[in-house]
């Protein structure tokens, strides 16, 4: 017969409590360690990054622009204006073709100029008859009183010779003095009016001298107006002045058309004489400074100049900088050609510098990841920077010279302090 033992039940009871308790002391305590824990840094392809190591020495601070084009200089263009209201009636050469003083590019028709021409010549023909009329009549009268003069001048020469021939009679008394007076007086009557008739004939000459300026006046106004109608005739037929390359127009003219007076129909831009209009973001155009070296590439050579203009306004966040090319051009150098350009800002020496990362402004702080030296990982370090270049960045603080960081745009590892490498 068994005998109940309630004690034995009692301390099987305990024990199961007790390795219980201990089980859930051994669950927590595990589970507090596990959260103690710091999640294991993510690993980074090394293929993926680009790392650059920070060095010391010379920086030259640069801005470059992709979207720059070569533009004709201001004193290369030549727009070819309508001198009158006319009609374009034929169009000989197309944008892109060669020029030069001689080349019609145009031509245009105006039906009222050629009447204004042939009115003119009629004029400048009536002009100049009247001038001849006139001079023919003005040397008429003149010779009238010249015969006039000549006759009182003989007159006066004959008295003159009687009155001294008297005088030497009288001397002699052989005549009286009377008829030596007479002689006498007669001599100076007609010295008298041989001197007044030679006045009239200077006074005659200075009159037709007038009037004849007063009518070739009129001939050089005529000439004026003829020369006039016919320049503007011949740039009826539209040549330039320069020789290059004919550019298109903003709005082309067409067979047909009628023009006013000082449209332009025709642009030539001299070959050779080209420029570089770079687009510069206008956080980066604030440094540059009139006369600043700059390099141009074509992608077909390599030219160097200087800034010669700064545009004062800002277009969709970029200011135009124009630069002067130094030197001949090379092959395929024309108008709208795709340029890149770098302008150099200053020369910055011994500083210590690294290069420029993906999302890093000059003079701030950033958040870079600096290589181990067993090159296994890598750390988040706070940068220090200053002053920036298109590729390099001045190192201020966080970083010594022989440090190698991660330049890659990073910002998916934000949440991690470290990260291993492979």
Same mark, same amino acid.
């Given at each position: 017969?068994?005998?109940?033992?309630?004690?034995?039940?009692?301390?099987?009871?305990?024990?199961?409590?007790?390795? #219980?308790?201990?089980?859930?002391? @051994?669950?927590?305590a595990?589970?507090w360690g596990?959260?103690?824990?710091k999640?294991?840094?993510?690993?980074v392809?090394?293929s993926?990054?680009?790392?650059?190591?920070?060095?010391?020495?010379?920086?030259?601070?640069?801005?470059?622009? *992709?979207?720059?084009?070569?533009?004709?200089?201001?004193?290369?263009?030549?727009?070819?204006?309508?001198?009158?209201?006319?009609?374009?009636?034929?169009?000989? @050469?197309?944008?892109?073709?060669?020029?030069?003083?001689d080349?019609?590019?145009?031509?245009?028709?105006?039906?009222?100029?050629d009447?204004?021409?042939?009115?003119?010549?009629?004029?400048l023909?009536?002009?100049?008859?009247?001038?001849?009329?006139?001079?023919?009549?003005?040397?008429?009268?003149?010779?009238?009183?010249?015969?006039?003069?000549a006759?009182?001048?003989?007159?006066?020469?004959?008295?003159?010779?009687?009155?001294?021939?008297?005088?030497?009679?009288?001397?002699l008394?052989?005549?009286?003095?009377?008829?030596?007076?007479?002689?006498?007086?007669t001599?100076?009557?007609?010295?008298a009016?041989?001197?007044?008739?030679?006045?009239?004939?200077?006074?005659?000459?200075?009159?037709?001298?007038?009037?004849?300026?007063?009518?070739?006046?009129?001939?050089?106004?005529?000439?004026?107006?003829?020369?006039?109608?016919?320049?503007?005739?011949?740039a009826?037929?539209?040549?330039?002045?320069?020789?290059?390359?004919?550019?298109?127009? #903003?709005?082309?003219?067409?067979?047909?058309?009628?023009v006013?007076a000082?449209?332009?129909? #025709?642009?030539?831009?001299?070959?050779?004489?080209?420029?570089?209009?770079?687009?510069? #973001?206008?956080?980066?155009?604030?440094?540059?400074?009139?006369?600043?070296?700059?390099?141009?590439?074509?992608?077909?050579?390599?030219?160097?100049?200087h800034?010669v203009?700064?545009?004062?306004? @800002?277009?969709?966040?970029?200011?135009? @900088?124009?630069?002067?090319?130094?030197?001949?051009?090379?092959?395929?150098?024309?108008?709208?050609?795709?340029?890149?350009?770098t302008?150099?800002?200053?020369?910055?020496?011994?500083?210590?510098y690294?290069?420029?990362?993906?999302?890093?402004?000059?003079? *701030?702080?950033?958040?870079?990841?600096?290589?181990?030296?067993d090159?296994?990982?890598?750390?988040?370090?706070?940068?220090?920077?200053?002053?920036?270049?298109?590729?390099?960045?001045?190192?201020?603080?966080?970083?010594?010279?022989?440090?190698?960081?991660?330049l890659?745009?990073?910002?998916?590892?934000?949440n991690?302090?470290?990260?291993r490498?492979?």
């Open positions: 017969m068994d005998i109940a033992r309630p004690e034995f039940r009692q301390k099987k009871r305990r024990r199961m409590l007790l390795w #219980a308790g201990a089980g859930f002391v @051994v669950v927590s595990l589970a596990v959260s103690r824990l999640p294991a840094a993510p690993t392809d090394r993926t990054i680009w790392t650059d190591t920070v060095k010391r020495g010379p920086l030259v601070r640069q801005v470059r622009s *992709s979207t720059g084009m070569l533009v004709p200089r201001e004193d290369s263009i030549e727009l070819i204006p309508a001198e009158t209201d006319a009609t374009v009636v034929r169009i000989r @050469v197309l944008p892109g073709a060669q020029v030069t003083p080349t019609v590019i145009m031509d245009l028709s105006d039906p009222q100029l009447q204004e021409l042939l009115n003119a010549r009629l004029a023909k009536a002009a100049q008859a009247d001038y001849k009329s006139l001079q023919a009549q003005l040397q008429s009268t003149l010779m009238d009183k010249k015969t006039a003069a006759a009182v001048s003989a007159n006066y020469t004959q008295d003159q010779l009687q009155a001294q021939t008297d005088k030497a009679l009288f001397d008394g052989v005549i009286s003095g009377l008829t030596y007076e007479k002689s006498k007086s001599a100076e009557q007609l010295s009016q041989h001197k007044l008739s030679q006045e009239q004939i200077a006074v005659n000459e200075k009159a037709i001298e007038v009037q004849l300026a007063s009518s070739q006046t009129k001939i050089d106004q005529a000439q004026a107006l003829l020369a006039l109608y016919e320049k503007q005739t011949q009826l037929h539209v040549r330039p002045s320069i020789t290059g390359t004919l550019a298109p127009l #903003a709005t082309p003219v067409q067979v047909g058309q009628h006013t000082g449209t332009s129909v #025709a642009q030539v831009v001299q070959s050779g004489k080209l420029k570089a209009a770079l687009q510069i #973001a206008e956080t980066q155009a604030r440094d540059i400074q009139i006369g600043q070296p700059a390099t141009i590439d074509t992608h077909n050579g390599v030219m160097t100049g800034v203009r700064i545009d004062p306004a @800002v277009v969709n966040g970029t200011r135009t @900088v124009d630069v002067s090319l130094d030197g001949p051009l090379p092959p395929g150098a024309v108008p709208q050609l795709s340029v890149d350009g302008i150099d800002l200053e020369r910055m020496k011994d500083v210590l690294v290069g420029r990362p993906s999302l890093g402004n000059e003079n *701030s702080t950033l958040s870079l990841f600096r290589v181990d030296p090159g296994k990982g890598a750390t988040r370090v706070a940068v220090k920077v200053g002053r920036a270049s298109v590729e390099d960045i001045q190192v201020l603080e966080g970083l010594k010279e022989g440090d190698t960081v991660i890659s745009d990073m910002s998916r590892y934000d991690v302090d470290r990260i490498l492979k």
